[in-house]
DNA sequence: CCATTATAGTTACAAATGAAACTAATTGCG
DNA sequence: CGCAATTAGTTTCATTTGTAACTATAATGG
């Protein structure tokens, strides 16, 4: 072992809560993405664009980004892939036609409804090895740290 | 609100794991580069090569690699840049000389000493908001969540 | 030993990404 | 109304990134 002090103090990148967890994020993703990229070779973003139109019909490209997280542009250049593929529809909406009105096609109901199920499938293997008060304490604990984060971002911008 | 169902069971991206702890962590991640790129201009391939060698001297690029879960051609390009900005030292191993010994230059530790306090103290701010059994269920969770991933990850290889 | 194979690190090329500029439609306000 | 400012979405271009090939050195084993 080549660790030179066990100082508690000391900046120790494994114990390093922010690279906890962009480890435990990226490989949580990448074992989702092999699920989902398997059979249907989708990316990131054109899952997370399923998994929102799936759910909120009729959205548009803005609102798909907003509750995606995902960049304008990206989800531009999804959509347009997914379009070719004939995943989704596209209409433009009556009362502003600027606005996308984005919808799963009959092909993309059918990828998810074979996806989702094995999403959630990954998320209760995931949360299998906990018990239901560590489950709580989990989803209290990323609440009360994005609020940590609400409150950085604001004294950063505000 | 043009939620459709509260289904507890159907894919909702929110509140999915995955996304959560993804969101969770590039929230964490950006809030932690504005602190150490905003004076020194680091990407974040830098500052953990720099937290790295901060703590293990002497590092070959592989053992950066693998201590900083980086990818061997970001290190080497970041390394490149790092030795042009004087911030690294680099030699070779007088047993082998294909590895290289890195270690932080003067000017490395400097940067060093500036930021790795730095980030300790953004880590103890985020875990401000937990309390102290919090902080320990959320180290436990993670480790848990990781072994589940391991499991996960040989079963798809093994 | 010599020939194969493996390892450390770099380079080259293609693909993905991001920032800014752009188009088209809508809103706001004098 | 009519003109500036805003918004939705796309495109362009430069940068970043990832994969594969490559160089140089070391280990293996016949």
Redesign the pocket.
Known sequence: MDELVADRDALHLERFLPFRLTQLANRTSDALFGIYSRIHEL?V?EWRILAILGRFPDS????VAERGAL???????A??RMLERGILTRDMAE??????VLNLSDTGWEIYAEIAPAALAFEAELLGGLDPSERKALVSIIEKLSARLDRFDSRRSG
Do not use: C, L, M
């Open positions: 990316t973003t548009s490209a803005r609102r960049d304008k542009v990206a989800v531009s250049r959509v347009a009362d502003d036609r600027r606005r996308s």
